[in-house]
């Protein structure tokens, strides 16, 4: 029996194809109203796959685009405060060869000092600049004020709080970035020099080695008692001494003289009597007699102090070549060779290299007050020497304003990158998830047809019964 | 040839024709019923006589029965798909609705968690700042209340099933009963031989009703009733009905039941089949599934942030947020070991380090606490903590752990480095310390036991002299003593002058006094070599007045918990002496590297090493003779036990999985308490840095996925189940639509084919009537020739 078809199969096939266009028609004009072809993961479950990291992606890239003006910001902001600090020290080196000049007087020397201090406490507020409320050159320790202006026994110094810590944040894929440089690298960075000491004629020597100081230090030299060694009978005067380490001695018993370092032969027994060495140091000495031996070596022990001898170092060991010295305020140590350290006096220690913005403001501010109450020519030779180390300062800050520089230019290098890879993304996605809006509003049309012939050709069916012609 | 047939003859045929006419009617008017079988008259001419000669003629039609057009093999396929569609429409409204649920991927948890670590990003970059802190913790608040959000959904999803279930099973019942009755009046209708052709219908029409529900077998028997199976069961046997029940299994799965009996319908198709199996398998695996990720978000996160520093530096306080469960039952809590005390997550074997900080100095001592989950109660631990210098701990009676610094100190779990780790003093210190040249273990078994040293301490002028007496009974074994047995025997001895101390493996003796006129001197007593079996000196030392200054500065990127040794290589000063080295080892003694710490090196200069450490070397006297070394931890998980986690403290989310997941409030009330960095310091994001590489970091307990992968891979698959159903529930539509065709086409009335019966059967019946007038009238004209 060939298949029959009946009216209610007609409807429902009439119904199911009417209903099945719909459909379709529906879900292309939610394709094309929302701009998405893919809206709930049953759409393209592949493509769902790929849109979630690919969302995910773009999500980042924007919180790198924002890191990266954050960070241009930041970097632009440190920039200014640096350029700042190099305007001022440009100032400074007016300053500095102003001072220089023998021909200046007493008070205009002690007017360009008050100017210094003012630039010291400028430049100590630039370096603790900040934005927002967190500091700018500290590290990480943001909070807390980088720069310490300290004064106290050892003069002033800027004691660095910060620590060294970067805060790095990532600006594109992979590539992360600093945001601020460590201040003491800008203001206090270093290219350790040699080490020499002027102006006493002690005799005493750098070492050379393991130096800790910065800028200049004054170094005392002192007499400092007499050693072990020295003969019993003979014990350290009241009087002034000058001499320093081992020093030859002779008794001769009648006459009862002593004679010291090859000097002059003085009668004993003796109280706080000065005893003038061959080579014109003195040594005062008290001695009440002769001793077994009639010739001998001693040590006259010498204190040495870098801290205006608020603490000494008592150097009886004349052979050593390095030996410490240690500043009790800011704990740096010098290290000095003390074999031809043969008289007590003051010495002018200068690291070269060790100059910072800091130092350099503190101790010309010093020169030009003069606090040490040095000659008038010590001072203008020492301003005359800070001359390249306010260069080299001055170079710091500049280094520092070209890295922030660098690093804000490349900021801008990335974003263009950033922007690409934005781009790009954008691009994938909106091939996987968005519409094609052509192909599919030429679906739409061609859904619209079908459905309309559909519903005419339906319409016509379903009105054919053979009822309607029978009378 | 008598009239009297001739007119019987007539009016069988007006009545087969008035039937056919009556059941093309009756087709007509039943073209829309459902379930409608068409009908059909049957005729049959009737018996005919015999007349004369042997002449046989008909006497006529016999409508013989009304039958409908039933294709029985049909009807069962057509029951069976019926019940395929409606598992496949509960399939897929069930997965459309998940993906409802899930909302991607425009939308839903994955941007949740992209805001999430998008968040702990923009912080990074600003760590400082109190309002991305707060983001932080609000988008937390968020991933939680989301990932929550997911859980309940799905749960109602399950919970509905019952209750929808339980509706169906009633239809079921209800059709059961019907049919139930209509085998009945089947029986009774067709008792005398016709065709219950109504009823029928009616009965094959409930039975579909039912397989679009439930799988189930029809069997016909021979006195026209219809037995019904379910799942291998009698559900309708005649005219008795066993009624389905719908039950709740322990799981909260539900289970349909037949009668009181236990027996689990095993059913396959259906609606009903369907909804238990996707609230059975589907939707446990998809809450299992998000549990995973959420159990495994928690726990990476959590280890990160309990073991970072919140904003305020080291804390003076901390109460565990989870308390150890009375497991025995002896109201007390804490003293169940920890791996028996309830805790959400599993104490591990591991090593816990607690760093106590004195405030004023910053100076940082850091302890290591042994965790072993199968030994140690939480009373335990607090008893080990409390142990420690500046620190208290105690289990509080709702069993959570209690610590507290002293006034001044505070304490963190951080892995940081100790920025100045020389605090014992054994590198160059200012109190004289004489350490041990080799690495424990030391071999004293060629020792006489007790055996004895002088420790000599105070100045030259004054000394003070103590005895330290090693007993056999201080070492597991004699000929491999480690360094900590040891330092437990000597400073049991040593009275308060020296101190004994372990570092990096290295015993060491220090005087208690510093300065350049303090001595130590060490000198085995008797005819002991003791010192000697160490590798101590006996010659003396002296301290100094300022102590070699050691700085610590950048954070550990290694992946393993270790430590960094150093040791002289001679007897010299940082920075003066030529050619002073320092040797620097691993934990386990193997040469690193070898720094220049000699004439050239500035002291206080940082020298970088591997792993992002750097150190640097303040001026002094250092001394290789004397032993000196330095121990620096170097740790990448500062908490490899996970007790934190499984306590709580200080942790970033509460809650184990997708329902129960919660930011900690601590956080939303007070963003500080974030843990951005590891130091303290404002802008330090080293926590942050480490939570971000979470994002990246593919997890074993996630199959190798990143979460944001593993949640991903959740929506494909869903994505996948829904497109999969819908197309399913496509295909099984149209193979329906091709049953119910061929149903129609057997069974389904069609109206020009009943109005073409109509016109035929009443021409029948137009002739059938000329025939019995014909018939009349030649009776008529017979009568009127007897007239």
Do not use: C
Not at chain 2, 651 to 665: E, L, M, R, V
């Amino acid at each position: 029996m060939s298949l029959r078809i009946t009216q209610g199969s007609l409807y429902e096939m009439a119904r199911g194809n009417i209903s099945r266009s719909l459909l379709r028609y529906t879900s292309l004009q939610d394709a094309v109203s929302t701009g998405r072809r893919v809206n709930r993961p049953s759409d393209d479950p592949a493509a769902t796959l790929r849109i979630i990291p690919l969302n995910n992606d773009l999500r980042n890239l924007g919180q790198l685009s924002n890191n990266i003006a954050l960070a241009r910001e930041t970097l632009n902001t440190g920039a200014s405060a640096l350029e700042d600090g190099s305007s001022l020290m440009q100032r400074l080196r007016e300053l500095t060869m102003q001072a220089a000049n023998g021909t200046i007087s007493e008070d205009d020397r002690i007017s360009i000092g008050a100017e210094v201090e003012q630039l010291l406490n400028q430049m100590v507020s630039i370096a603790n600049s900040k934005r927002g409320d967190q500091y700018m050159f500290g590290g990480t320790a943001s909070d807390e004020q980088p720069f310490d202006l300290v004064t106290d026994g050892g003069g002033t110094r800027v004691v660095y709080r910060g620590n060294h810590e970067r805060l790095n944040i990532e600006v594109a894929p992979g590539v992360s970035t600093p945001l601020s440089l460590p201040g003491d690298s800008i203001f206090q960075q270093r290219h350790r020099g040699t080490v020499s000491i002027s102006g006493g004629n002690t005799g005493i020597r750098p070492a050379g080695v393991g130096d800790t100081g910065v800028g200049f230090q004054n170094l005392a030299i002192a007499f400092n008692g007499l050693h072990t060694d020295a003969p019993s009978t003979v014990t350290a005067g009241s009087g002034a001494t000058t001499a320093l380490g081992v020093l030859d001695y002779a008794f001769t018993a009648s006459p009862a003289t002593l004679s010291i370092g090859g000097g002059a032969a003085v009668p004993i027994p003796a109280t706080d009597t000065a005893f003038t060495t061959s080579d014109g140091t003195v040594i005062n000495l008290s001695v009440s007699g002769v001793p077994a031996t009639l010739t001998g070596t001693f040590t006259a022990k010498a204190g040495i102090s870098t801290d205006g001898g608020a603490t000494q170092v008592d150097v009886s060991d004349f052979s050593r070549t390095a030996t410490p010295v240690r500043n009790s305020y800011d704990g740096t140590v010098l290290n000095v060779d003390v074999t031809q350290l043969s008289r007590t006096g003051e010495e002018l220690v200068k690291h070269a290299g060790t100059f910072d913005t800091f130092t350099v403001l503190v101790t010309l501010r010093d020169l030009l007050q003069n606090r040490s109450d040095l000659p008038d020519s010590d001072v203008q030779s020492r301003i005359a020497s800070l001359l390249t180390e306010v260069d080299s300062a001055h170079e710091g800050v500049l280094d520092g304003l070209r890295e922030l520089g660098f690093r804000s230019s490349s900021m801008e290098l990335l974003s263009g990158r950033v922007e690409s890879l934005k781009v790009s993304r954008s691009e994938s996605l909106s091939l996987v998830q968005d519409t094609d809006i052509a192909d599919s509003i030429l679906q739409l049309q061609r859904q619209d047809i079908t459905y309309q012939a559909a519903l005419q050709v339906s319409a016509k069916m379903i009105q054919t019964t053979l009822s309607g012609l029978l009378r | 040839m008598s009239f009297g047939f001739g007119l019987g003859a007539g009016l069988k045929a007006l009545t087969a024709a008035r039937l056919g006419i009556e059941t093309a009617g009756n087709n007509v008017a039943n073209a829309n019923t459902p379930g409608y079988s068409r009908q059909r008259v049957d005729l049959m001419s009737s018996l005919p006589y015999s007349i004369a000669r042997g002449f046989q003629i008909g006497s006529g039609v016999d409508v013989s029965d009304i039958s409908r057009m039933v294709d029985e093999g049909l009807e069962r396929r057509l029951r069976l798909q019926l019940g395929m569609v409606g598992a496949a429409e509960v399939d897929q409204s069930h997965y459309s609705e998940l993906e409802g649920i899930l909302a991607e991927p425009n939308g839903g948890l994955s941007s949740t968690l992209a805001s999430f670590f998008g968040s702990i990003g923009s912080l990074q970059s600003n760590p400082a700042d109190r309002a991305l802190r707060g983001g932080v913790a609000q988008a937390g608040n968020e991933l939680a209340q989301g990932i929550n959000l997911l859980a309940r959904r799905f749960g109602d999803l399950g919970d509905n099933t019952f209750a929808e279930v339980n509706g169906l099973v009633r239809q079921v019942n209800d059709d059961a009963v019907s049919i139930a009755r209509l085998n009945v009046q089947i029986v009774e209708l067709e008792a005398n031989g016709s065709t219950a052709n109504d009823l029928r219908d009616a009965r094959e029409q409930k039975i579909k009703d039912i397989a679009k529900l439930i799988d189930t077998t029809a069997m016909p028997r021979n006195n026209g009733t219809v037995d019904l199976l379910v799942g291998g069961h009698l559900l309708v046997a005649g005219d008795r009905v066993t009624q389905l029940q719908t039950e709740r299994t322990e799981a909260g799965i539900t289970a349909v039941t037949l009668g009181n009996g236990v027996d689990a319908i095993g059913a396959s198709q259906g609606r009903i089949a369907a909804l238990i199996r996707q609230q059975r398998d589907n939707l446990p695996q998809m809450r299992q599934r998000l549990d995973q990720m959420t159990r495994n978000t928690i726990l990476e996160m959590n280890r990160l942030h309990t073991t970072g520093m919140p904003r305020s530096g080291p804390f003076a306080s901390l109460t565990s947020f989870y308390g150890a469960k009375d497991g025995d039952g002896d109201g007390s809590r804490g003293d169940e070991l920890l791996g028996q005390s309830g805790f959400l997550f599993d104490v591990e074997a591991g090593d816990l380090y607690v760093a106590v900080t004195d405030k004023a100095t910053g100076a940082m001592t850091r302890t290591r606490v042994a965790i072993d989950p199968t030994a140690m109660s939480l009373q335990d631990l607090a008893a080990t903590l409390d142990n420690v210098a500046h620190l208290s701990a105690s289990v509080d009676p709702t069993g959570r752990l209690r610590i507290n610094a002293d006034s001044g100190y505070g304490f963190d779990f951080s892995p940081r480095l100790d920025a100045s780790p020389n605090a014992f003093g054994s590198l160059g210190g200012a109190k004289p310390s004489i350490g041990s040249v080799g690495r424990e273990p030391f071999d004293l078994s060629t020792q006489t036991f007790p055996v004895s040293f002088t420790v000599t301490t105070g100045t030259a002028a004054t000394p003070v002299v103590s005895t330290v007496t090693l007993d056999a009974s201080d070492f597991a074994n004699t000929s491999a003593a480690t360094v900590d047995e040891l330092v437990t025997a000597i400073n049991n001895d040593v009275g308060g002058a020296a101190t004994a101390a372990n570092v990096g493996g290295h015993l060491v003796l220090r005087s208690n006094q510093g300065g350049s006129t303090s001595q130590l001197t060490l000198a085995n007593a008797g005819a002991g070599t003791v010192l000697g079996s160490l590798g101590m000196t006996t010659t003396a030392v002296t301290g100094q007045d300022v102590g070699v200054d050691v700085q610590v500065e950048g954070s550990y990127t290694g992946s393993d918990n270790g430590k960094l040794v150093f040791v002289p290589s001679g007897d010299g000063t940082i920075g003066v002496t030529a050619d002073l080295k320092m040797n620097v080892f691993d934990g386990d003694g193997n040469l690193v590297t070898v720094l220049d710490v000699g004439a050239g090196y500035t002291p206080g200069e940082s020298i970088t090493l591997e792993n992002g450490v750097a150190i640097a070397f303040g001026p002094g006297d250092v001394s290789a003779t004397a032993g000196h070394v330095l121990a620096v931890d170097t740790l990448a998980d500062s908490d490899t036990s996970d007790v934190l986690v499984a306590l709580g403290m200080n942790s970033f989310f509460h809650g184990s999985n997708a329902a129960d997941i919660a930011i900690n409030q601590d956080l939303l009330d007070n963003p500080d308490m974030l843990a951005a960095g590891t130091s303290g310091s404002a802008s330090d994001a080293g926590n942050l840095i480490r939570m971000l590489g979470l994002r990246g970091s593919k997890l074993g307990d996630l199959d190798a996925n990143t979460i944001e992968d593993f949640y991903a891979d959740i929506v494909g698959d869903v994505g996948f189940e829904a497109a999969a159903a819908n197309n399913l529930l496509q295909s099984q539509d149209a193979l329906l639509a091709h049953l119910q065709q061929q149903r129609e086409s057997v069974s389904g009335v069609n109206i020009d084919e009943e109005m073409i019966d109509m016109t035929r059967y009443q021409q029948a019946y137009e002739a059938a009537a000329r025939f019995i007038s014909t018939v009349q009238d030649m009776t008529d004209t017979l009568i009127n020739i007897g007239r």
